[in-house]
C-alpha cells in the first residue's frame, strides 16, 4: 500500500510544480492574429503621414507651394526610415540608461538572428513588426512639424533639422515614456499612444520653428487662403481611418483593449469635430469646412494618450475640450502673441497634446490601469503635469538648438524673392499645371 501511494505521488508531482508562476516564466509565442493586427496596424499608421498628413498640409498652403508641402512629408518618411533603421530605434527601445537607449540594435544588428522571436515589449508579435509600427510614430512626429514652417524653410535645413531632431529628441523622449527602462515610465507616466511623445513633442518643435524663422512674407497683410480645402478634408479623413492604427494599435494586440482604444478615439474625434465646428458658427456666424476637419484633428490628438485608458464617457469630454481649447489657441491665442504657425501645429499638436496628457490623468479608469502615486501625495494628474513640462521644456530647447546650428551650417529660411515666387519652383523646379 505505502508503494502504491509512493507511486501515486510521484506521479502528481509534475502538476503540483506547474503552477500558475511556473506557467508565466515560459515565453510568450507569437500569435497570427495580433500579427495581422499589428502588420495592418503599420500600414494604417504610415497612411497618416503618406498621403494623409501629406494632402491635409498641402490643402491648407498656396497653390505655388503646395507639391513643396508634400514633398516634405514625402522625404520626411524616407530620411527617418534610415535614421530609425541605424540607430533611432536602438537608441529609443534598447535598455541603455533611465534617459537613452544603447546602440546594441545599431543597423537593426541581431534582428535576423531573431526574426522570429518576440519583441521584448510586444512578446506576441515579431520585433521586426514591433521596430516598423514605431517607425510610422517616429515619421509622423517630425512630419507634424512641417506644418509649423511651411512656405518658408530651406529643403536642405529640413533634412538637416529632421535628422538631428529624431536623434537628439524623438529618441531620447520615446526612450523615456515608453521603454521599459525609461524614467518616465517608471514615474508612473500615461501615455497610450503619444500625447507626449509625439504630440506636445511635435507641437512645441513646431511652435520654436514659427519663432526662429519669423512670419511668412506678407503675413497678415496679403491673401493666403487655402489653395485646395479638399485636399485638406481628404487628407483629414485619411488621418481619421489611419488613427485607429496609431491608437487601437498601440494594444499591441487584437483584444479587447485594441476595441476600446479604437471606440473612444471614434467618439473623441466626433466630439472635438462638433465643438470646433460650433465655437466657431457661433463666433464667425458660419461653420466652415476646414473647421470641422482641424477639430477633428484636434480630437485625434487628445484623446491619443488616454485611448487605452479611458471609458467612453470620459472619451466625450475629452473630444469636447479639446476642440473647443484648440480652436482657441489656434485663433485668438496665436493672433494675440503674433507668431505665425503656418497650420496650427502647435495649436492643434501643442495644445491638443496637452489637453490630452491631462485629462488622462483625470479620467484613467482603474482597472485599465494602476494609477501610482508620488511621494508627497500627488495623483495620476501630477505625474501627467510633470511629463508634459518636461517634454515642453527639453524638446523646445534641444530643437532652439538645433535650429541654430542648422541655420549656421547652411541657413534655414529661403530669400523673400524664392517665397514670393514659390517653394514648388524656386526648390523643385516643378510647378502644378
Same mark, same amino acid.
Given at each position: 500500500?505505502?508503494?502504491l501511494?509512493?507511486a501515486a505521488?510521484l506521479?502528481? @508531482?509534475?502538476?503540483?510544480v506547474?503552477?500558475?508562476?511556473w ?7 507569437l ?7 499589428m502588420?495592418?496596424?503599420?500600414a494604417l ?7 494623409g ?21 514625402f522625404a520626411i518618411?524616407?530620411l ?17 540608461t533611465?534617459y537613452?537607449?544603447?546602440?546594441s ?7 535576423g ?12 508579435i515579431?520585433e521586426s513588426?514591433?521596430?516598423m509600427?514605431?517607425?510610422?510614430f ?10 509649423a ?8 535645413a ?9 536623434l ?16 518616465e ?5 500615461e501615455?497610450y499612444?503619444g ?11 513646431g ?17 493666403m487662403?487655402?489653395?485646395?480645402v ?8 485619411l ?5 485607429f ?10 483584444g479587447a483593449?485594441a ?8 467618439i ?15 463666433r ?8 470641422i476637419?482641424s477639430g477633428a484633428?484636434?480630437?485625434l490628438?487628445?484623446i ?28 485668438t ?16 499638436h501643442?495644445?491638443?497634446?496637452v489637453?490630452?496628457a @491631462?485629462?488622462t490623468g ?12 508620488l511621494p508627497?501625495?500627488l ?6 503635469a ?11 530647447v ?7 546650428a ?13 517665397e514670393r ?7 523643385h ?5
Open positions: 500500500m505505502k508503494k501511494l509512493n505521488l506521479a502528481l @508531482l509534475p502538476l503540483s506547474a503552477s500558475p508562476a506557467a508565466d516564466a515560459a515565453p510568450a509565442k500569435d497570427s492574429g495580433d500579427t495581422a493586427w502588420l495592418t496596424s503599420t499608421v504610415l497612411m497618416m503621414t503618406i498621403p498628413l501629406g494632402l491635409f498640409y498641402a490643402g491648407m498652403v498656396r497653390k505655388k507651394n503646395v507639391l513643396a508641402t508634400l514633398m516634405q512629408s518618411t524616407c527617418v526610415t534610415i535614421i530609425w533603421a541605424v540607430a533611432g530605434y536602438s537608441l529609443a527601445f534598447t535598455d541603455g533611465p537613452i537607449g544603447d546602440l540594435r545599431f543597423v537593426l544588428s541581431g534582428m538572428a531573431a526574426y522570429d522571436k518576440g519583441s521584448p515589449l510586444a512578446p506576441t515579431p513588426v514591433y521596430m509600427f514605431q517607425m510610422t517616429a515619421i509622423i512626429t517630425p512630419a507634424l512639424i512641417a506644418g514652417f511651411a512656405d518658408r524653410m530651406k529643403f536642405s529640413l533634412c538637416i533639422f529632421i535628422v538631428a531632431w529624431s537628439l529628441v524623438y529618441a531620447p523622449v520615446a526612450h523615456w515614456v515608453w521603454s521599459s527602462t525609461g524614467w515610465a517608471h514615474l508612473g507616466l501615455d499612444a500625447g507626449t511623445v509625439v504630440h506636445i513633442n511635435a507641437g512645441v518643435a511652435l520654436v520653428c514659427a519663432l526662429v524663422l519669423g512670419k511668412r512674407v506678407g503675413y497678415g497683410t496679403e491673401n487662403s487655402p489653395y485646395n479638399a485636399y485638406a478634408v481628404i487628407g483629414a479623413s488621418l481619421w481611418v489611419g488613427w492604427g496609431f491608437n487601437a494599435g498601440s494594444a499591441l494586440t487584437s483593449r476595441g476600446m482604444a479604437m471606440m473612444v478615439t471614434q473623441a474625434t466626433a466630439a472635438a469635430a462638433l465643438a470646433w465646428m460650433v465655437a466657431e458658427w457661433v464667425q456666424g458660419k461653420p466652415s469646412v476646414l473647421g476637419a484633428v484636434a480630437g490628438v487628445a491619443t494618450p488616454a485611448s487605452g485608458f479611458v471609458l467612453p464617457g470620459s472619451a466625450i469630454v475629452i473630444g469636447l475640450a479639446a476642440g473647443i481649447v484648440c480652436y482657441v489657441a489656434a485663433t491665442v496665436k493672433h494675440a502673441f503674433g507668431y505665425d504657425d503656418s497650420l496650427d501645429c502647435f495649436g492643434v501643442g495644445v491638443g497634446g489637453v490630452g @491631462l485629462l483625470v479620467f484613467a479608469f482603474g482597472p485599465f490601469t494602476a494609477k501610482p502615486q508627497g501625495g495623483t495620476q494628474l501630477g505625474v501627467q510633470v511629463g508634459v513640462v518636461v517634454t515642453l521644456l527639453y524638446s523646445g534641444v530643437s532652439f538648438a538645433i535650429l541654430k542648422t541655420d549656421a551650417a547652411v541657413g534655414l529660411r529661403v530669400t523673400a524673392e524664392e515666387e514659390g517653394l514648388d519652383i524656386a526648390l523646379g516643378e510647378q502644378l499645371g
